[in-house]
Structures are given as C-alpha cells and as structure tokens.
C-alpha cells in the first residue's frame, strides 16, 4: 500500500512498484492508510509523512499501539535528523528522503519483504507450527560465514538472524550493525565505527542514529530489553555483542 497525498507521487511510485510485480492500492490521507491497514492488511506500507487528517508518524504510532507488525517504509521531505530518528523510534522500518530515486525504493521494499516474509500456514497434516520456544526438530542450515555469538546467530549469505533457532527480523541497518559485532564478540564498537558500518544506507546519520537501532536490537533479540546481556553498553565508549552464557559481565545499561 503506498500512501502518499502526491498525485504524481504515487502514481511514479505506484508505476515503478507494479513494474516490479506488486499489487498497489494507493490512499492519499493518513486516515485513510489506517482504515485501508486495519480492513486489509498489506504487506508492506510506503508512506509518505507529511499528509491530510494523520500525518505519516501519527500512523506509524498508532499502528504500533494496536500491534500492527506491517513493516513500514516512511518517505519524507524532511531532511533533518530528528525526524529521521522519531520516524525510527516510532517503530518505521526503514526511511527515505525526498527526493528520492524510484530503483532505490524498489530496492528498499524487495529488502524489507523478504526480511518480513510471512510463513505460509501448515497444513492439516503437518502438525503445530513450531514457536520459537519449541525449535523444529531439524535445524536450518547455515552457510559457511555463519557468526555465533552464543545462541545468536547472523547468516550474511542468506542476511538471516536467529536466537536459539527463532528467527529474527532486522532491518537492513539493523543487520549491518549486527553482523560487523557478531564478526567479532566482545570487542569494543564506538559509535563512530557503527556508523562507519551505516554509511551509504542512511543518509543523516550520527551516534544518536545508532543508538535507535541498539535500541530496536534490544527488543528483537533480548529477553529483557532495559536489563541486555547481549548487546551491552560500554559507557562512554560505544557498544559490544558477547555470549550471556559466559557469566557476569562488567559492563551493561
């Protein structure tokens, strides 16, 4: 679904996402995104921030309020880095910047629709569908760069996540900053180099952008995302990835 009050807007991003496959419905206020999301829910929203009776981020926070997992791609003529930050601390997936190249956003959503990919439901004769406290028999496979970090895992070859054989959805940014840690555990990250890791993926970026995505890190691979024994914070340095199993660790938040 692409919501966008833009005529032209829409209509060159609804052409270029048809060209790509996609079924697009088009709506053109924030009221209307949210009775389209809640009636029929699509599997990825493009929404545009600044728009009639709801702006952009006023949908994002309400969809997360209800538990909505749709994953949202936000696009904005915003340019400065607050609004980069709320849209992401809302709960948005990921973010463009008007203006913005069309091959890019296609790029963008075929990311953000295989890493939110809905398994397909079992059939009659297959039994319950295992839930990440009851692992499939089988494990997946894993590729040869496969990272262990304790029971996380980080798959580069198939831009896989997992914690003890549940998976785990991160977005691109995300999983950037989640592999250069899990390549090495324990070692220091500042924010600096996590932005290093970031460059060329968001383009108003610093250390409080980093921040947001431990945040949102913490939520998907922590039991308890206020008490981390994963992604832990190294005060006034940056941030490490070491295995909970190896006992207490000196340094958290």
């Known amino acids: 679904m692409v919501a966008e009050d833009d005529v032209k807007q829409a209509e060159l991003v609804r052409r270029y996402l048809e060209h790509e496959g996609h079924a697009v419905t088009v709506v053109e206020d924030g009221r209307a995104a949210l009775e389209e999301v809640r009636h029929r829910e699509p599997d990825l929203l493009v929404l545009d ?12 926070r309400i969809l997360r309020a209800e538990d909505r997992e749709v994953p949202v791609l936000m696009l904005t003529a915003r340019s400065t880095e607050d609004d980069l930050l709320l849209g992401l601390d809302l709960g948005a997936d990921d973010y463009m910047t008007k203006p913005f190249s069309p091959r890019e956003l296609v790029a963008r959503v075929r990311t953000l629709l295989r890493r ?34 304790g029971t996380l895992r980080v798959d580069p070859a198939r831009h896989e996540v997992s914690v003890g054989g549940a998976p785990v959805v991160c977005t691109p940014g995300e999983f950037r900053i989640l592999a250069a840690m899990a390549a090495e555990p324990d070692r220091v990250f500042t924010r600096q180099r996590l932005l290093a890791e970031l460059h060329g993926f968001d383009k108003y970026i610093s250390g409080r952008t980093v921040d947001v995505h431990v945040m ?37 938040s």
């Open 49 to 60: 921030v600044m728009m009639p009776r709801a702006d952009g981020l006023d949908v994002v």
């Open 216 to 252: 949102h890190l913490r939520k998907k691979i922590e039991r308890a995302p206020r008490r981390p024994v994963r992604l832990l914070t190294v005060f006034g340095v940056g941030y490490k990835l070491t295995d909970p199993a190896k006992g207490v660790h000196s340094a958290s």
């Open 116 to 149: 939110n990919r809905r398994p397909a439901a079992p059939s009659p004769a297959a039994g319950p569908t295992p839930t990440p406290g009851n692992a499939p028999a089988t494990a997946p496979a894993e590729s040869d760069d496969a990272l262990t970090v």
